[in-house]
């Protein structure tokens, strides 16, 4: 059951840039931490970039410099701004959220996004 909503994906040429946005509607993100995972074809999903309701970030060595993870909690939306993309960033993003605290594993957060895919060409 999808419960988040990202948008903002697309096809962007290498060095360009993207913004996600991870919306909840109708529930809060009140000491939700949020993280963006990414699963490319073929590869495990993986945690890119979370964030603790009071703002602590973790960042993927893969992205860190590049990405930046962020939240307006008055408006329930996470982001990923991603700056720099290359070809190695193409994947499906989801956001997800928990309760609390980061976790690098997926299976740790309850609630899901439906996914936005992100393509990077070279």
């Known amino acids: 059951q999808v419960q988040l909503v990202e948008s903002g994906g697309g096809l962007v040429q290498a060095g360009g840039s993207l913004r996600l946005s991870c919306a909840a509607p109708g529930r809060t993100f009140s000491n939700y931490a949020m993280g963006w995972f990414r699963q490319a074809p073929g590869k495990e999903r993986e945690l890119v970039a979370a964030?603790?309701?009071?703002?602590?970030?973790f960042y993927a060595v893969s992205v860190k410099g590049r990405f930046t993870i962020s939240r307006d909690n008055a408006k329930n939306t996470g982001y990923l701004q991603m700056n720099s993309l290359s070809p190695e960033d193409t994947a499906v993003y989801y956001c997800?959220?928990?309760?609390?605290?980061?976790?690098?594993?997926?299976?740790?957060?309850?609630?899901w996004g439906q996914g936005t895919q992100v393509t990077v060409s070279s």
């Open positions: 997800a959220s928990r309760p609390i605290s980061i976790s690098y594993q997926a299976n740790d957060y309850g609630y």
């Open positions: 964030i603790t309701w009071g703002g602590s970030t």
